[in-house]
């Protein structure tokens, strides 16, 4: 049985990597009661799947995981059972069951969108004025680990707007294997310092 779980990620668990979010999950299944089915060979794997690497110190509240168990386990009480065994900062939004057949979570997402808090010192009609200039730029060159890329493909929607008395910067970047834009990089591209900014995953778009 392969189950699709949404959750959210905030408070401390922000600052947990990747890999350390699926050992998380593995303990979570355990706690929770799960059967989980395990890869074959001479180090067997726990077969989970999470939809897309979320960089560290960004919360989320539209995280993905796949999981496969054995038997069958009642949907309606799972996400009760999921949530007694979860960590403070981890929050459960949706369980359901899916095609155990359907294709691996990481190659079907194709843009993520971020809600980015921007630090109340800022001049906003600077920020628009860069933001403008991105988007009408032909190449954005970046460098990352040494390697230089052009971010301007990797961008496809900025939006300022304000909401409770705050500015919040709207990205939707682009979330394809090989292709994956980093909000940090677009806050530097518009030089606003990351470290002074809120930046949350809001949604994750997949193919049709």
Not at 76 to 82: A, G, I, T, V
Not at 103 to 110: A, G
Request: charged share 30%; net charge negative; hydrophobic share 35%.
């Amino acid at each position: 049985m392969r189950i699709r779980i949404t959750f959210s990620k905030t408070g401390a668990l922000r600052y947990i990597g990747h890999l350390d979010l699926h050992k998380l999950w593995e303990r979570t299944s355990r706690r929770a009661g799960l059967d989980l089915i395990y890869s074959q060979g001479f180090h067997p794997q726990p077969k989970i799947q999470l939809a897309s690497a979320l960089p560290l110190g960004f919360s989320s509240i539209c995280e993905l995981i796949d999981m496969w168990i054995n038997g069958e386990v009642d949907l309606e009480k799972l996400p009760e059972r999921l949530s007694k065994a979860v960590p403070p900062g981890l929050s459960i939004q949706k369980v359901e069951q899916v095609d155990e057949k359907s294709p691996p979570l990481q190659t079907q997402v194709i843009s993520s969108e971020y809600d980015v808090v921007l630090p109340e010192w800022l001049d906003l009609g600077a920020v628009e004025d860069k933001i403008s200039a991105c988007l009408q730029a032909d190449t954005l060159p970046r460098e990352r680990r040494g390697k230089t890329y052009d971010l301007r493909p990797l961008i496809e929607q900025l939006n300022l707007s304000e909401r409770d008395t705050q500015a919040h910067l709207l990205m939707r970047l682009t979330a394809r294997e090989g292709a994956t834009g980093r909000p940090e990089e677009v806050l530097d591209a518009l030089g606003i310092p990351y470290e002074e900014t809120r930046v949350q995953r809001t949604r994750l778009i997949f193919k049709e």
